[in-house]
């Protein structure tokens, strides 16, 4: 289930491609508090200008996301790529570091996108590849699942 961002909103994505999800939450969203929203599936709808602009490697990776962690906020300029975008990208960031340690778990790649909603559709503005991170020999791989790493905010 894709996300719906708001018109005049930016947002920071990290998408994470076949990442281990627990498959009950596949296709689901998980809202975590602080506008920042655990899709899992691909984060939103891409439009055909923007899929070219990004190209089919990266349109394939974002297809296969499995996991995408999204901040976004309302902006009073969101044609603009600035230092809200760059906040927004370490809010999703951070959450999915503290992802990384509080359990291991098995990714093939990632991507992180920034960009916004001016009105009409989401805009990729800024599209870069998550480094990879190592996992330690002997770790047992587990599935990311909402009862041992997420807990909604009420």
């Not at 599936?41 to 190209?55: M, V």
């Not at 909603?117 to 020999?137: A, I, K, M, W, Y």
Request: aromatic share 6%; proline share 5%; charged share 20%.
């Amino acid at each position: 289930m894709p996300f719906t961002l708001p018109g005049g909103h930016k947002f920071g994505c990290v998408c994470l491609v076949n990442a281990g999800v627990d498959r009950t939450l596949r296709d689901g969203l998980l809202d975590l508090g602080n506008s920042v929203t655990a899709i899992f599936g691909p984060p939103f709808e891409i439009e055909q200008h923007w899929r070219e602009w990004l190209g089919s490697v990266k349109v394939g990776s974002l297809a296969q996301t499995s996991l995408a962690l999204l901040a976004h906020t309302q902006s009073t300029h969101p044609e603009i790529l600035d230092h809200e975008n760059e906040a927004l990208v370490r809010n999703a960031s951070s959450i999915f570091y503290g992802l990384l340690m509080a359990e291991v778990f098995h990714h093939d790649r990632g991507l992180v996108l920034s960009g916004a909603n001016t009105g009409g559709g989401v805009s990729v503005r800024q599209v870069s590849d998550l480094e990879p991170h190592v996992r330690p020999n002997g770790v047992h791989v587990r599935r990311i699942s909402v009862t041992t790493h997420f807990h909604e905010r009420h």
